[in-house]
């Protein structure tokens, strides 16, 4: 990293909005470092109160999917409809189960 | 049934641009990395960009008025919605940059003059009452255009938009808060306020852009979903919704053609400059020179901050290697 250049690279930041919730995604900034990149997503993305907790990750560091290979990813998983609770039949004397 | 034996793919371009139409007609969300037109890629670096520079410009104007705001609860509201700008602008910039361009690229335009922001903040603010008059119909005009953008088919531009719409509302209602007061107040300041209602109306129509008719790229725009509503649209649902509030004020439009219309069910209004629309947009308002030489100075006078902290970073870096190294 050089040391006087003006380019501050490029975090993906994430709020928890309070504790029980998980943290969600709200945006990017830029910022030289971890450390300013957590006091400008305070600044930047919680002026009122969205959070309690903040989690900033250089985007170079997410890997994401393609959206090309959308369906060879997602779409086997859409047949297998025993995967969930109402393909199998209980009778209502049961009671709830 | 072999479901990895899929037939090959082969799309002419023209398939793409027919598919990626119909998921739009499907109110479904365009995500970054997802294939969209080069045009639709495009059109929204420009219209996002444009939208981040007329936040971050929009700071101007008002801060004008910071250091001589006439009470603390005023001072506090203005300075809020002032950093609420600033915050406005970083989000867009963000969703700008989801579509592959670089944000240093976009301020070196804006700072060149070849990126263009919302005309209404080539005007001055001369008054007190302009906050009130600033806050009430350019945020108000705003509102308009950015609740209808919530519903723009691009996702991460949507979603900042929904973000701004939450933090806006306030901002209109400080406006209107100053109105109220100086127009209940006393003759002098009604005058006030009046006058500052002369001057910011006209220009806050403008803020729509061009008559539709006028307007070329509207109608891709819309066909895309990126655009909900159209210039006109838009424009009379602002009047609709500011001439009751300013009758509850006691002022006057300044627009003798301004009457309710029965039979419409819209207010009728008067013919808007467009002269006076085009050479502002064109660089020769009030403030355009003023604005630019804001930024200008900013940018370069900031320099040292984003050194600064890189070096600072860098430091703090070298010393947590030589801390584990000893350790």
Known sequence: MEPHNDNWKIWEVFIRSKNGLSHKHVGSLHAPDAEMAIKNARDVYTRRSEGISIWVVPSEAITSSAPDEKDELFTPADDKVYRHPTFYDIPDEVGHI | MNLTQQPPITMEPIGLETRFQTYVDGENKVEPKDWMPEAYRKTLIRQISQHAHSEVVGMLPEANWIGRAPSLRRKVALLAKVQDEAGHGLYLYSAAET??????????????????YSSIFNYPTPSWADMGAIGWLVDGAAIANQVMLCRTSYGPYARAMVKICKEESFHQRQGYEIMLYLSKGTPDQKAMAQDALNRWWWPSLMMFGPNDA???????????????????????????????QAEFLGLRIPDPELRWNEERGHYDFGPINWEEFKQVVAGNGPCNRERLEARRKADEEGRWVREAANAYAHKQAQRRAQTSAVA
Do not use: C, H, Y
């Not at chain 2, 579509?99 to 070849?114: I, M, S």
């Not at chain 2, 109608?219 to 009047?239: C, V």
């Open chain 2, 99 to 116: 579509l592959g361009v670089d944000r240093r690229e976009l301020l070196e335009d804006l700072l060149e003059g070849k990126a263009k």
């Open chain 2, 214 to 244: 006028e307007s070329p790229n509207s109608a891709q725009s819309i066909r895309w979903k990126i655009k909900r509503k159209s210039n006109d649209e838009l424009r009379q649902e602002f009047i609709d919704k500011t001439v009751p």
